[in-house]
């Protein structure tokens, strides 16, 4: 095939129908387009799909945390239960135990919106056992493991439990060296070394230029480095730490709180000052609801059910004596044994003949002048020496563990009568009634107490002496009895010759005037638990002024005489829960004449015996508290 001429005229083609091998054909544009639409097709399923998960896992996200929602508020329910038993139980902690009739009393929390079960109990008997964790680290206990589960149900079925292992600690009293109930001052002029752990369920304060702490201090509330009654702060107190030095206190809750308190108590004394700074909660007294403490000291009731017999130290005696001082004036051993005293023991324990109890009981009226009292006592004279002859004769069915003394029929009509119980002759105490028994002997009354001479001092023994008030009268000077200050004062009159001035309050003759009466010095070893003198109010809070000094805890064993350079040798515990009701007389040393004593040189120590269960005194109360030991939430 021949080409075209050169002039020959080619047909016209238009834009459309012009060949390219730039320009695809018909069929691949159509292609093209069609593959396009595949893509939008795809992406949009690709992005439907993402959105759909997203709405899922929203979905899902929310449903989440709608459960977990719910979860945590089940749970936070379950919690709540737990706690709640936990307040039942420190509740049931107010007579000092945890039994089985405590236990069985445990309400079921009620929480709306939610199904609360729940099952409390014993796991095991009481185990006695030293403490080793928490503020009374050191001390031992009648430990009572308890097992808490709590289980909590909402409507829509969401569950969950919570188990707690808590342990309810049963402390004997007189295991303290110190135990207040109240605030507790501690302010002696004297020298004062102290070992034993001190603690008080109120306030703690503290400002001596002489006084130095051996063992722990604790308070649930807080500690000042003052007076209570004025702005007095004396540089002299010390606290030992772990290495046995003492340091000084120079710190208190007014210049450091919270964690700063703490902290500086552990840089300082290793911890051993211990506030509510560090978690120190109160112990509960062995009291029924709305009883109060002077309840342990009194006389029985006939309206005393059976938890206020528990407590009671009148329901625990084997010897109880009921003394009608209506007659005591005129009163002789004779009349005093066979009119004016009633005694009965239980068990088919003996009572001592009518010969021998004039020997043991023996009244004294007008005995001697108080001074802080202002008034002159009526005594019940205790002969502890002719009590021991008698029982350890027949010390099985004779020794007295618990002897309690009620006495009735004071003539409120005169302001001068004070009756009181005396133990004299003490320094041995009577026999335990079987030989394996470390025995011990409680003398108790709700009325005041003194004591002359030495106590327990030759023969170690389980001791405590109870009452409103506890008065120590040194031994008489040798070769000379009749400087006693228990002598009976001649005219019986109450020795006073004036009312104001340097004498108010004193006899002219050295023979009644205490004050000037020398003491020999005695030696006591004994618990003690008596009401004491409170200052009623701190100066620093508004509205309180210049409150009287109650006389703090080195007037808590009162005293009388001058003692001077004697020493009061004293080893037990020292324990108060309630304030005096008879002796109620304002503590005075102004070192003037018209004060009616000078403090003794104090060595006092806690009895390290008394950390055996075996060895504590007849009837020794308990405090308790509830301390969680373990928390565990189930699902």
């Known amino acids: 095939m021949q080409p075209p001429p050169e002039n020959a005229v080619m047909p016209c083609l238009s834009n459309r129908q012009a060949l390219s091998p730039l320009t695809p054909s018909r069929r691949a544009v159509r292609a093209r387009r069609g593959f396009a639409l595949?893509?939008?097709?795809?992406?949009?399923?690709?992005?439907?799909?993402?959105?759909?998960?997203?709405?899922?896992?929203?979905?899902?996200?929310?449903?989440?945390?709608?459960?977990?929602?719910?979860?945590?508020?089940?749970?936070?329910?379950?919690e709540g239960g737990a706690d709640d038993i936990m307040s039942q139980l420190d509740a049931a902690m107010q007579d000092g135990i945890i039994n089985g009739e405590d236990i069985s009393s445990i309400q079921t929390p009620e929480i709306p919106g939610y199904d609360i079960t729940q099952t409390t109990q014993t796991t095991g008997a009481p185990i006695s056992r030293t403490i080793t964790s928490g503020p009374f680290a050191g001390l031992y206990s009648l430990n009572q493991p308890i097992d808490i589960r709590v289980t909590a149900k909402d409507s829509s079925g969401n569950r969950a439990m919570s188990v707690l292992s808590v342990n309810a600690q049963t402390i004997p009293l007189f295991q303290f060296g110190v135990f207040y109930e109240e605030d507790l001052e501690i302010l002696p002029g004297q020298v004062m070394n102290f070992a034993g752990w001190v603690h008080?369920?109120?306030?703690?304060?503290?400002?001596?230029?002489?006084?130095?702490?051996?063992?722990?201090?604790?308070?649930?509330?807080?500690?000042?480095?003052?007076?209570?009654?004025?702005?007095?702060?004396?540089?002299?107190?010390?606290?030992?730490?772990?290495?046995?030095?003492?340091?000084?206190?120079?710190?208190?809750?007014?210049?450091?709180?919270?964690?700063?308190?703490?902290?500086?108590?552990?840089?300082?004394?290793?911890?051993?000052?211990?506030?509510?700074?560090?978690?120190?909660?109160?112990?509960?007294?062995?009291?029924?609801?709305?009883?109060?403490?002077?309840?342990?000291?009194?006389?029985?009731?006939?309206?005393?059910?059976?938890?206020?017999?528990?407590?009671?130290?009148?329901?625990?005696?084997?010897?109880?004596?009921?003394?009608?001082?209506?007659?005591l004036a005129s009163a002789t051993p004779t009349t005093l044994c066979s009119t004016l005293m009633a005694q009965t023991r239980a068990g088919g324990l003996t009572l001592p003949s009518a010969a021998m109890c004039r020997k043991i009981f023996k009244p004294k009226p007008n005995a001697f002048y108080d001074g802080r009292e202002d008034l002159r006592v009526d005594l019940i004279d205790v002969y502890v020496d002719s009590l021991r002859i008698w029982s350890d004769s027949a010390p099985s069915t004779r020794a007295p563990r618990i002897i309690y003394f009620e006495i009735n029929n004071t003539n409120t009509n005169v302001g001068n009568d004070y009756v009181a119980v005396r133990l004299r002759g003490g320094a041995q105490l009577p026999k335990s009634r079987v030989a394996s028994d470390t025995g011990g002997l409680t003398m108790v009354t709700d009325r005041p107490m003194y004591v002359l001479g030495d106590y327990n001092t030759q023969v170690w023994r389980p001791a405590a002496i109870m009452g409103d008030a506890v008065t120590f009268l040194s031994n008489p000077p040798a070769g000379n009895p009749g400087m006693l200050p228990g002598s009976p004062i001649a005219d019986g009159s109450k020795c006073k010759t004036g009312t104001g001035g340097a004498t108010s309050g004193w006899c002219d003759t050295l023979q009644y005037d205490f004050r000037k009466r020398q003491s020999s010095g005695s030696t006591v070893n004994a618990a003690l638990l008596a009401g004491h003198s409170a200052?009623?109010?701190?100066?620093?809070?508004?509205?309180?002024?210049?409150?009287?000094?109650?006389?703090?805890?080195?007037?808590?064993?009162?005293?009388?005489?001058?003692?001077?350079?004697?020493?009061?040798?004293?080893?037990?515990?020292?324990v108060s829960l309630f304030q005096s009701r008879y002796s109620t007389g304002l503590w005075n040393n102004t070192g003037g004449g018209g004060s009616y004593y000078d403090a003794p040189t104090r060595q006092w120590s806690f009895d390290v015996n008394f950390r055996f269960p075996e060895r504590l005194p007849p009837g020794t109360p308990s405090v308790g508290t509830v301390l969680q030991t373990a928390f565990r939430p189930l699902y």
């Open 200 to 327: 008080t369920n109120g306030n703690l304060y503290m400002s001596s230029n002489s006084v130095t702490f051996q063992s722990n201090l604790t308070t649930p509330d807080s500690a000042f480095w003052n007076r209570k009654d004025a702005n007095n702060r004396l540089n002299g107190v010390n606290i030992n730490n772990n290495a046995g030095t003492a340091v000084k206190l120079d710190f208190d809750s007014r210049s450091l709180s919270g964690p700063a308190f703490k902290t500086r108590s552990e840089q300082k004394f290793n911890g051993r000052l211990m506030t509510s700074a560090h978690g120190v909660r109160p112990l509960k007294l062995p009291l029924p609801e709305n009883l109060a403490p002077v309840t342990l000291v009194l006389p029985k009731a006939g309206g005393d059910d059976p938890m206020v017999q528990e407590v009671k130290m009148a329901w625990k005696a084997d010897w109880y004596i009921q003394i009608n001082a209506a007659s």
């Open 38 to 78: 595949e893509m939008v097709l795809l992406v949009l399923v690709m992005f439907s799909v993402i959105v759909l998960a997203g709405l899922s896992a929203v979905t899902t996200i929310s449903r989440t945390s709608t459960a977990d929602y719910r979860g945590a508020r089940v749970s936070y329910a379950s």
């Open 535 to 574: 200052t009623t109010c701190d100066y620093a809070r508004a509205g309180c002024g210049s409150p009287n000094y109650g006389g703090g805890l080195e007037n808590f064993p009162r005293f009388l005489e001058t003692w001077g350079a004697s020493v009061f040798r004293y080893t037990g515990s020292l």
